[in-house]
């Protein structure tokens, strides 16, 4: 079974930065695409990122292009998101997924694993 566990949320101030990880356990880490996603409250679940199975293909919703990088040690088995610059808009419980294949890396419904989530606050 596969398990995702993501780490590194909190309490953030406006104009910081965070990184989350994400350990994943149970498969292959390698033969997976991996996505980050975010919730905020009363919000649909939105993509945030994805990277391929070794690194080499990244995608980043226009939204957070040029504050977020998303990263990946298959060594380790875990994914990383790095949020620079944060606001109040980044407020969000943020997933990572998993899934096989590139077709419409952004739609939440072709990822097969998730995680629990972890909750990112931007306040002062």
């Known amino acids: 079974q596969v398990q995702l566990v993501e780490s590194g949320g909190g309490l953030v101030q406006p104009g910081g930065s965070l990184r989350l990880s994400c350990a994943v356990s149970?498969?292959?880490?390698?033969?997976?695409?991996m996505g980050w996603f975010r919730q905020a409250p009363g919000r649909e679940r939105e993509f945030v990122a994805c990277?391929?199975?070794?690194?080499?293909?990244?995608s980043y919703a226009d939204s957070v292009k040029g504050r977020i990088a998303i990263s990946r040690d298959n060594a380790k088995n875990t994914v990383y998101l790095q949020v620079n610059s944060v606001t109040p808009e980044d407020t969000a419980v943020y997933y990572c997924?998993?899934?096989?294949?590139?077709?419409?890396?952004?739609?939440?419904?072709?990822?097969?694993?998730w995680g629990q989530g972890t909750q990112v606050t931007v306040s002062s």
């Open positions: 997924a998993a899934r096989e294949g590139y077709a419409d890396l952004d739609d939440s419904r072709r990822y097969a694993y």
């Open positions: 149970g498969g292959t880490f390698s033969n997976y695409v």
């Open positions: 990277i391929g199975e070794n690194g080499g293909i990244t």
